[in-house]
């Protein structure tokens, strides 16, 4: 087998250290992170202006969604060329620049790759537009023709994700398939140049040096074979808990199987992550099997309440699902999808992932700081979305006109409030955007953004910022945190939860109330003030405390 002479992944390559396995990966989402050039759209600059604020933060990797060359229909998941940055976000030059500075800092790079769909405007897409019915072109994506006298009708009952039907029409009457928005067209995975394709575009980013991919939509690829009605019109309810058949279909598999295949050909223990939403945590454990992906992202973890009963359930039942395939269990809080987990939590329970109410801001950052403490306690992976590590809310109020999420002008009254955890980071307490850029930003910043940005939160004790340095910190030193596939669940009174591994002890107050229990140890870390007294403690309402035994 071949070793690719790639720009050396870091830290060094030839040293075998698993370093996936209980990394904290900071997800960027480029447009809102840092913007260079001062045009109101965060880049790549921007973000490698910002390397030292990571490392520092102490996370050990970085994943950036999307930056390639795109119209933007669904925010850079809509690729128009693989192999190319979106001039927005700066250039192949500036990517290079970027990887080679992370990599000195000892921050590994992930970047996102979207293998469901391409944008309309994909070269491909665009010939198979030109060329008509018949094209060979045409293969490559999932055209039909309609169903109805005249074909008016589209091929099958499926809905898009973002709602409306999951099938446009061309002007020469025939109907293609895409899953999320029109300007998204599905590859059609059973053409083997689409596969030809994909391993060239790993390569690509893998020669360029980057340390792993974050797998978009990696339950979608594989088609149910003659693409059956599913003969319901409430589908973006079974959206995740049922197997439909356009998600988490068998044949997924084999293209994981060759992706892991190319990746073994490269130094460094370079990475997939896989996006995909399955009905359980079984389901998903199958993406990360030995010779398939890395990691997949835990979004059980991500729907379960701040409830104690449930965190268990959960937690037990990730880990149980890894274990037997010896994939790291992985969990996460907030990404660029779902309401930021302090507006979740500040909104009663049950209302889902995507809220329009701002809450109990208090009640929810309360909350948000706990559950952060918990889930970096547990053994695996843990990813972490920009600002959240700032306690930053959901912003809730944002007016319709500027909203830009395709899903929220799609779906008419449904789900689609994405912008408001895509609001631009404050960095500085004052000055045009809060330190995001020199110009504007691309979606309004709320008023008061600044008292919650990096300058403001810097350097006080109290702040959420200090709180997430400290419990890096500590991760690092600590043994047995973020390692391994199990804990020792403790006796604890209802709605709390109590765990060990090795020398460390993780208590966590889901209630609203202070719980008593005896001390287990000598406090390393709490989101709250926590007093002792008697061998005895009292664990305010919402509230997390690292021991060390
Ligand atoms: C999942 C991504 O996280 C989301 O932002 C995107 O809209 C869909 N996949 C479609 O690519």
Known sequence: MTQHLAAPAAPASGTHTDWWRGAVIYQVYPRSFADGNGDGMGDLD???????????????????????????????????????????????????????????????????????????????????????PGSPLRERYHFRTGKG?????????????????????????????????????DFNWEHPAVHDEFRSILRFWLDMGVDGF??????????????????????LKLLGNDVMPFFDQDGVHEIYRSWRKVLTEYAGERILVAEAWTPTVERAAAYVRQDEMHQAFNFQYLGTHWDAAELREVIDASLAAMRPVGAPATWV????????????????????????TAGD???????????TLLMLALPGSAYVYQGEELGLPDVTELPDEVRQDPSFVRASGQDGFRDGCRVPIPWTTEGSSY????????????????????????????????????????????????????????????????????????????????????????IL????????ADGKVELPADTTVWWAV
């Open 46 to 132: 921007g973000v490698r202006a910002r390397l030292p604020y990571l490392r520092d933060l102490g996370v050990d990797a970085v994943w950036l969604s999307p930056f390639y060359s795109s119209p933007q229909a669904d925010a850079g998941y809509d690729v128009a060329d693989y192999r190319a940055i979106d001039p927005m976000f700066g250039s192949l030059l500036d990517a290079d620049a970027l990887l080679r500075d992370a990599h000195d800092l000892g921050l590994r790079v992930i970047v996102d790759l979207v293998p469901n769909h391409s944008s309309d405007q994909h070269d491909w897409f665009q010939r198979a537009l030109r060329e008509g």
């Open 149 to 185: 006298e005249h074909g008016e009708l589209p091929p099958n009952d499926w809905e898009s994700v973002f709602g409306g039907p999951a099938w446009t029409r061309t002007p020469d009457g025939e109907w293609y398939l895409h899953l999320f928005a029109p300007a998204q067209p």
């Open 214 to 235: 974050r797998v978009d939509v990696a339950h979608g690829l594989v088609k149910a074979e003659g693409l059956p009605d599913i003969g319901r019109s409430d589908q």
């Open 333 to 356: 809080l907030s990404n660029h999808d779902v309401t930021r987990h302090a507006t979740r939590f500040a909104n009663p329970p049950g209302l889902g992932t995507q809220l329009r």
């Open 361 to 371: 801001r208090a009640l929810g950052l309360r909350r948000a700081r706990a559950a």
């Open 435 to 522: 330190g995001f850029g020199a110009g504007g930003s691309w979606l309004p910043q709320p008023t008061g953004w600044g008292e919650l940005s990096v300058q403001a939160q810097t350097g006080d004790p109290a702040s959420t910022l200090e709180l997430y340095r400290s419990a890096l910190a500590v991760r690092r030193e600590q043994p047995g945190l973020g390692a391994g596939d199990s804990l020792e669940w403790l006796e604890a009174p209802e709605g709390v939860l109590a765990f060990r591994r090795e020398s460390f002890v993780c208590t966590a107050n889901t209630t609203g109330a202070a719980v008593r229990i005896a001390v287990p140890g000598r």
């Open 525 to 532: 870390l709490s989101n709250a003030e926590v007093e002792t």
